[in-house]
């Protein structure tokens, strides 16, 4: 599976961005998905995942309902809308894909990984 993350770009705060993870090969219905994020000089945080089947899960304390997970199968594609963006949004987004169907908070469970793309938020 190879991931292509897009969509991201500069905005202001209080505005919204859509990233969007396209996955190629047959078998991308059958992979959790998840978002990452890592700040300059912070580390890698999870932000929130999908599994096959279509549950979620959010970074509550991140998220707090301002962002929404979601996968097309039919479009081998995930996506993330985020609305009132904040600067401490401002990270590199990584989009991931797996098997393994538990805590899919970690980024250990995720085999593959995008290149990430750039969100900068600014105030």
């Known amino acids: 599976v190879q991931l292509q993350a897009s969509g991201g770009g500069l905005v202001q705060a209080g505005g919204s961005l859509r990233l969007s993870c396209a996955a190629s090969g047959h078998t991308f219905g059958r992979h959790n998905m998840g978002w990452f994020r890592q700040a300059p000089g912070k580390e890698r945080e999870f932000v929130a995942a999908?599994?096959?089947?279509?549950?979620?899960?959010y970074a509550v304390d991140l998220v707090k309902g301002r962002f929404t997970i979601s996968r097309d199968n039919a479009k081998n594609t995930m996506y993330l809308e985020m609305n009132s963006l904040r600067p401490e949004d401002t990270a590199a987004y990584y989009c991931?894909?797996?098997?393994?169907?538990?805590?899919?908070?970690?980024?250990?469970?995720?085999?593959?990984w995008g290149q990430g793309t750039l969100v900068t938020v600014s105030s």
């Open positions: 999908i599994s096959w089947s279509g549950g979620v899960i």
């Open positions: 991931a894909a797996g098997t393994t169907p538990w805590d899919l908070r970690s980024g250990n469970r995720y085999d593959y």
